[in-house]
Protein backbone atom coordinates (compact mmCIF):
# COMPACT_ATOMS: atom_id res chain seq x y z
CA UNK A 1 0.00 0.00 0.00
CA UNK A 2 1.12 3.05 -1.06
CA UNK A 3 2.21 5.34 1.92
CA UNK A 4 0.56 8.97 1.11
CA UNK A 5 2.68 11.79 3.40
CA UNK A 6 0.98 14.97 4.10
CA UNK A 7 3.12 18.09 4.56
CA UNK A 8 1.32 21.24 6.46
CA UNK A 9 2.96 24.56 6.70
CA UNK A 10 1.58 26.27 9.75
CA UNK A 11 1.64 30.50 9.52
CA UNK A 12 1.02 31.72 12.79
CA UNK A 13 -0.18 35.44 14.01
CA UNK A 14 -1.38 35.87 17.61
CA UNK A 15 -4.98 35.82 16.66
CA UNK A 16 -5.45 33.88 13.29
CA UNK A 17 -2.99 30.83 11.94
CA UNK A 18 -3.35 29.81 8.16
CA UNK A 19 -2.56 26.53 7.64
CA UNK A 20 -1.63 24.69 3.87
CA UNK A 21 -1.85 20.97 3.62
CA UNK A 22 0.13 19.01 0.58
CA UNK A 23 0.45 15.82 -1.05
CA UNK A 24 4.11 14.09 -1.55
CA UNK A 25 3.02 15.49 -5.25
CA UNK A 26 2.76 18.82 -4.20
CA UNK A 27 -0.44 18.98 -4.32
CA UNK A 28 -2.46 21.46 -2.15
CA UNK A 29 -5.13 19.61 -0.06
CA UNK A 30 -6.09 22.57 1.89
CA UNK A 31 -5.51 26.21 2.50
CA UNK A 32 -7.64 27.30 5.34
CA UNK A 33 -7.13 30.60 7.44
CA UNK A 34 -8.67 29.71 11.22
CA UNK A 35 -8.65 31.39 14.80
CA UNK A 36 -5.08 30.67 16.86
CA UNK A 37 -7.06 28.20 19.38
CA UNK A 38 -6.36 24.73 20.41
CA UNK A 39 -10.03 23.72 19.19
CA UNK A 40 -9.49 25.59 15.98
CA UNK A 41 -6.09 23.26 15.48
CA UNK A 42 -7.55 20.09 16.54
CA UNK A 43 -10.29 20.76 14.02
CA UNK A 44 -8.06 21.89 11.35
CA UNK A 45 -5.44 18.23 12.09
CA UNK A 46 -8.98 16.69 12.37
CA UNK A 47 -8.64 14.79 8.94
CA UNK A 48 -5.04 14.23 8.86
CA UNK A 49 -3.36 11.18 10.01
CA UNK A 50 -0.47 11.09 12.78
CA UNK A 51 1.59 8.75 10.97
CA UNK A 52 2.01 10.09 8.21
CA UNK A 53 1.21 13.51 8.47
CA UNK A 54 4.45 16.69 9.07
CA UNK A 55 4.24 19.90 10.34
CA UNK A 56 6.38 22.93 9.80
CA UNK A 57 6.37 25.92 12.21
CA UNK A 58 8.35 29.48 11.29
CA UNK A 59 10.29 30.12 14.60
CA UNK A 60 8.32 33.05 15.66
CA UNK A 61 7.41 34.37 19.19
CA UNK A 62 4.35 32.18 19.24
CA UNK A 63 5.68 28.64 18.47
CA UNK A 64 5.80 26.84 21.29
CA UNK A 65 2.40 27.04 22.26
CA UNK A 66 0.90 25.50 18.98
CA UNK A 67 4.29 23.02 19.12
CA UNK A 68 2.97 21.93 22.46
CA UNK A 69 -0.86 21.53 21.09
CA UNK A 70 0.77 19.49 18.25
CA UNK A 71 3.26 17.38 20.39
CA UNK A 72 0.22 16.71 22.64
CA UNK A 73 -2.21 15.34 19.94
CA UNK A 74 0.96 13.50 18.92
CA UNK A 75 1.68 14.71 15.76
CA UNK A 76 5.79 16.01 14.32
CA UNK A 77 6.58 19.34 14.16
CA UNK A 78 9.85 21.00 12.90
CA UNK A 79 10.98 24.77 13.34
CA UNK A 80 11.65 26.72 10.59
CA UNK A 81 14.28 29.91 10.11
CA UNK A 82 11.50 33.03 9.02
CA UNK A 83 15.01 34.92 7.65
CA UNK A 84 15.74 31.91 5.48
CA UNK A 85 12.33 31.30 4.17
CA UNK A 86 12.09 34.79 3.43
CA UNK A 87 15.28 34.55 1.47
CA UNK A 88 13.93 32.03 -0.57
CA UNK A 89 10.44 33.90 -2.23
CA UNK A 90 11.04 37.51 -1.41
CA UNK A 91 9.30 39.20 -4.02
CA UNK A 92 5.15 38.00 -2.50
CA UNK A 93 4.47 37.59 1.34
CA UNK A 94 1.02 36.73 2.28
CA UNK A 95 -0.30 34.81 4.87
CA UNK A 96 -1.42 32.12 2.20
CA UNK A 97 2.09 32.04 0.62
CA UNK A 98 3.96 31.48 3.25
CA UNK A 99 2.56 28.52 4.96
CA UNK A 100 2.54 27.38 1.18
CA UNK A 101 6.16 27.63 1.32
CA UNK A 102 7.11 26.06 4.41
CA UNK A 103 4.57 23.15 3.53
CA UNK A 104 6.83 22.82 0.29
CA UNK A 105 9.98 23.31 1.83
CA UNK A 106 9.32 20.64 4.32
CA UNK A 107 8.00 18.46 1.42
CA UNK A 108 11.25 18.80 -0.65
CA UNK A 109 13.27 18.27 2.29
CA UNK A 110 14.91 21.67 2.01
CA UNK A 111 13.58 23.27 5.35
CA UNK A 112 15.95 25.88 6.58
CA UNK A 113 15.53 23.52 10.24
CA UNK A 114 15.92 25.52 13.65
CA UNK A 115 16.82 23.08 16.94
CA UNK A 116 14.47 22.77 19.09
CA UNK A 117 15.83 22.21 22.97
CA UNK A 118 14.26 20.28 25.00
CA UNK A 119 11.58 21.15 27.44
CA UNK A 120 14.51 21.20 30.61
CA UNK A 121 16.35 23.25 28.28
CA UNK A 122 13.79 25.85 27.76
CA UNK A 123 13.21 26.11 31.45
CA UNK A 124 16.48 27.14 31.88
CA UNK A 125 16.73 29.11 29.00
CA UNK A 126 13.64 31.14 30.06
CA UNK A 127 14.79 31.30 33.37
CA UNK A 128 18.20 33.40 32.27
CA UNK A 129 16.35 35.52 30.07
CA UNK A 130 13.75 36.28 33.02
CA UNK A 131 16.76 37.26 34.95
CA UNK A 132 18.50 39.51 31.97
CA UNK A 133 14.72 41.27 31.49
CA UNK A 134 14.49 42.31 35.27
CA UNK A 135 17.98 43.48 35.10
CA UNK A 136 16.88 46.11 31.92
CA UNK A 137 14.15 47.25 33.72
CA UNK A 138 15.94 47.65 36.69
CA UNK A 139 18.63 49.74 34.88
CA UNK A 140 15.72 51.86 33.24
CA UNK A 141 14.80 52.65 36.22
CA UNK A 142 17.75 53.07 38.04
CA UNK A 143 18.39 56.13 34.85
CA UNK A 144 15.09 57.66 35.79
CA UNK A 145 16.46 58.14 39.05
CA UNK A 146 19.29 59.79 37.90
CA UNK A 147 17.64 61.93 35.11
CA UNK A 148 15.01 63.04 38.02
CA UNK A 149 18.09 64.53 40.48
CA UNK A 150 19.43 66.24 36.71
CA UNK A 151 16.12 67.83 36.21
CA UNK A 152 15.83 69.36 39.80
CA UNK A 153 19.45 70.34 40.37
CA UNK A 154 20.15 68.00 43.30
CA UNK A 155 23.92 66.75 42.90
CA UNK A 156 25.13 63.16 44.04
CA UNK A 157 27.43 60.95 43.80
CA UNK A 158 27.04 56.98 44.95
CA UNK A 159 23.50 56.40 45.58
CA UNK A 160 23.53 52.40 44.87
CA UNK A 161 24.53 51.46 48.15
CA UNK A 162 22.27 51.77 51.42
CA UNK A 163 23.06 55.02 51.99
CA UNK A 164 22.42 56.15 49.30
CA UNK A 165 18.78 54.46 48.99
CA UNK A 166 18.47 55.80 52.55
CA UNK A 167 19.51 59.57 51.07
CA UNK A 168 16.97 59.13 48.28
CA UNK A 169 14.30 58.29 50.91
CA UNK A 170 15.36 61.53 52.57
CA UNK A 171 14.77 63.69 49.72
CA UNK A 172 10.71 62.77 50.28
CA UNK A 173 9.66 63.47 47.03
CA UNK A 174 6.57 61.59 45.57
CA UNK A 175 7.59 60.70 41.85
CA UNK A 176 11.22 59.72 43.13
CA UNK A 177 9.59 58.13 46.27
CA UNK A 178 7.78 55.88 43.65
CA UNK A 179 10.64 55.22 41.53
CA UNK A 180 12.94 53.70 44.54
CA UNK A 181 9.96 51.32 45.20
CA UNK A 182 10.05 50.10 41.92
CA UNK A 183 13.83 49.70 42.21
CA UNK A 184 13.58 48.22 45.40
CA UNK A 185 11.46 45.16 43.97
CA UNK A 186 13.51 44.56 40.74
CA UNK A 187 16.58 44.30 43.06
CA UNK A 188 14.63 41.68 45.25
CA UNK A 189 13.35 39.97 42.95
CA UNK A 190 16.46 39.90 40.59
CA UNK A 191 17.97 38.36 43.73
CA UNK A 192 14.98 36.02 43.92
CA UNK A 193 15.69 34.92 40.48
CA UNK A 194 19.37 34.58 40.72
CA UNK A 195 19.45 32.39 43.38
CA UNK A 196 17.28 29.59 41.63
CA UNK A 197 19.87 29.89 39.13
CA UNK A 198 22.25 29.16 41.36
CA UNK A 199 20.79 26.17 42.82
CA UNK A 200 20.45 25.07 39.44
CA UNK A 201 23.35 25.70 38.05
CA UNK A 202 25.33 24.14 40.64
CA UNK A 203 23.50 20.80 40.14
CA UNK A 204 24.48 20.73 35.88
CA UNK A 205 27.66 19.52 35.05
CA UNK A 206 27.97 21.78 32.05
CA UNK A 207 27.74 24.94 33.81
CA UNK A 208 29.89 23.86 36.81
CA UNK A 209 32.79 23.17 34.07
CA UNK A 210 31.89 26.39 32.44
CA UNK A 211 32.38 28.36 35.91
CA UNK A 212 35.63 27.40 35.61
CA UNK A 213 37.03 29.71 32.53
CA UNK A 214 38.16 33.09 34.02
CA UNK A 215 35.05 35.91 33.38
CA UNK A 216 32.11 32.88 33.75
CA UNK A 217 29.89 33.19 36.78
CA UNK A 218 27.10 31.34 37.88
CA UNK A 219 24.42 33.73 35.96
CA UNK A 220 26.81 33.68 32.33
CA UNK A 221 27.52 29.77 32.91
CA UNK A 222 23.68 29.38 32.89
CA UNK A 223 22.62 31.80 29.89
CA UNK A 224 25.55 29.77 28.01
CA UNK A 225 24.39 26.42 28.70
CA UNK A 226 20.66 27.02 27.72
CA UNK A 227 21.54 28.92 25.26
CA UNK A 228 23.89 26.42 23.72
CA UNK A 229 21.88 23.30 24.58
CA UNK A 230 23.55 20.20 22.82
CA UNK A 231 26.93 20.64 21.83
CA UNK A 232 26.70 18.09 19.46
CA UNK A 233 25.22 19.87 17.06
CA UNK A 234 27.82 21.79 16.43
CA UNK A 235 30.30 19.86 14.31
CA UNK A 236 32.81 22.02 14.82
CA UNK A 237 33.64 25.33 16.54
CA UNK A 238 33.33 27.60 14.03
CA UNK A 239 29.60 26.53 13.59
CA UNK A 240 29.45 27.88 17.15
CA UNK A 241 31.22 30.91 16.44
CA UNK A 242 28.59 31.13 13.47
CA UNK A 243 25.46 30.69 15.47
CA UNK A 244 26.63 33.31 17.99
CA UNK A 245 27.18 35.83 15.55
CA UNK A 246 30.58 36.59 16.72
CA UNK A 247 32.14 35.24 13.09
CA UNK A 248 31.28 37.30 10.34
CA UNK A 249 29.89 35.59 7.22
CA UNK A 250 31.21 35.98 3.54
CA UNK A 251 30.04 37.18 0.38
CA UNK A 252 32.74 36.12 -2.45
CA UNK A 253 32.50 36.64 -5.99
CA UNK A 254 35.34 35.88 -8.60
CA UNK A 255 38.22 37.34 -7.06
CA UNK A 256 36.48 39.86 -4.54
CA UNK A 257 35.88 38.59 -1.18
CA UNK A 258 34.00 40.76 1.39
CA UNK A 259 32.58 39.96 4.98
CA UNK A 260 29.24 40.61 6.54
CA UNK A 261 27.16 40.16 9.29
CA UNK A 262 25.27 37.64 10.07
CA UNK A 263 21.76 38.60 10.74
CA UNK A 264 20.18 34.94 11.92
CA UNK A 265 21.98 34.61 15.15
CA UNK A 266 21.35 33.57 18.73
CA UNK A 267 21.50 37.71 20.29
CA UNK A 268 20.91 36.00 23.48
CA UNK A 269 24.32 34.23 23.30
CA UNK A 270 26.15 36.75 21.40
CA UNK A 271 25.69 39.26 23.87
CA UNK A 272 26.36 37.16 27.20
CA UNK A 273 29.88 35.70 25.66
CA UNK A 274 30.38 39.33 25.09
CA UNK A 275 29.95 40.34 28.32
CA UNK A 276 31.89 37.44 29.97
CA UNK A 277 34.55 38.32 27.29
CA UNK A 278 34.86 41.96 28.65
CA UNK A 279 35.10 40.32 32.64
CA UNK A 280 37.52 38.06 31.69
CA UNK A 281 40.25 40.24 30.46
CA UNK A 282 40.56 42.02 33.98
CA UNK A 283 43.05 39.20 35.16
CA UNK A 284 46.27 38.18 33.39
CA UNK A 285 45.23 34.76 30.89
CA UNK A 286 45.22 33.90 27.70
CA UNK A 287 42.26 35.98 26.97
CA UNK A 288 43.97 39.18 28.32
CA UNK A 289 46.86 38.59 26.11
CA UNK A 290 44.59 37.90 23.22
CA UNK A 291 42.94 41.55 23.69
CA UNK A 292 46.08 43.65 24.35
CA UNK A 293 47.32 41.83 21.22
CA UNK A 294 44.72 42.76 19.10
CA UNK A 295 43.76 46.21 20.43
CA UNK A 296 46.79 47.50 19.91
CA UNK A 297 46.81 47.45 16.10
CA UNK A 298 42.68 47.00 15.49
CA UNK A 299 41.35 48.67 18.58
CA UNK A 300 39.46 47.81 21.49
CA UNK A 301 35.89 46.59 20.18
CA UNK A 302 37.16 44.12 17.42
CA UNK A 303 39.59 43.24 20.32
CA UNK A 304 36.99 41.99 22.55
CA UNK A 305 34.73 40.32 19.46
CA UNK A 306 38.48 38.24 18.82
CA UNK A 307 38.26 37.70 22.86
CA UNK A 308 34.77 36.32 22.64
CA UNK A 309 35.51 33.94 19.54
CA UNK A 310 38.14 32.71 21.51
CA UNK A 311 36.13 32.03 24.50
CA UNK A 312 33.44 30.31 22.36
CA UNK A 313 35.76 28.08 21.14
CA UNK A 314 37.30 26.72 24.19
CA UNK A 315 33.25 26.39 25.58
CA UNK A 316 33.21 23.77 22.78
CA UNK A 317 36.30 22.28 22.97
CA UNK A 318 35.15 21.80 27.09
CA UNK A 319 31.35 20.87 26.80
CA UNK A 320 32.51 18.22 23.70
CA UNK A 321 35.45 16.96 25.73
CA UNK A 322 33.85 17.14 29.37
CA UNK A 323 36.98 18.81 30.48
CA UNK A 324 37.45 21.78 33.08
CA UNK A 325 39.32 25.09 32.23
CA UNK A 326 43.19 24.67 31.89
CA UNK A 327 45.19 27.74 31.00
CA UNK A 328 47.17 27.76 27.47
Known sequence: ??????????????????????????????????PNTKEALKEFYKTFEVWNTQTAIEACGMWRGCYNILHELGFNAKLANPYKCQKINPEKKTDKTDSKLLADLLRTKYLPEVFIPSREILEL??????????????????????????????AYKSI??????AWLKSLDKNQ???LIEIYEKL??????????IAKKAINKKE????????????????MIYSEIGDINRFPTDKHLHAYAGVAPGIYQSGDTSIDIPRKSVNRWLKWIVTECAGISIRKPNQFQRCYFAI????????????VARRLLTVVWHMLKENVPYKES
Request: glycine share 10%; hydrophobic share 35%; with cysteine.
Open 176 to 178: LND
Open 125 to 154: RDLSRHRSDIVDERVRIQNKIKHYLIREGI
Open 207 to 222: TSLLMTIPGIGIVGAM
Open 1 to 34: METKEVYVGLDLHRETVHGTAMDKDGNVICSHRF
Open 187 to 196: CEKEKSVRNE
Open 160 to 165: WNKGGI
Open 295 to 306: EKKKGWKIARKV
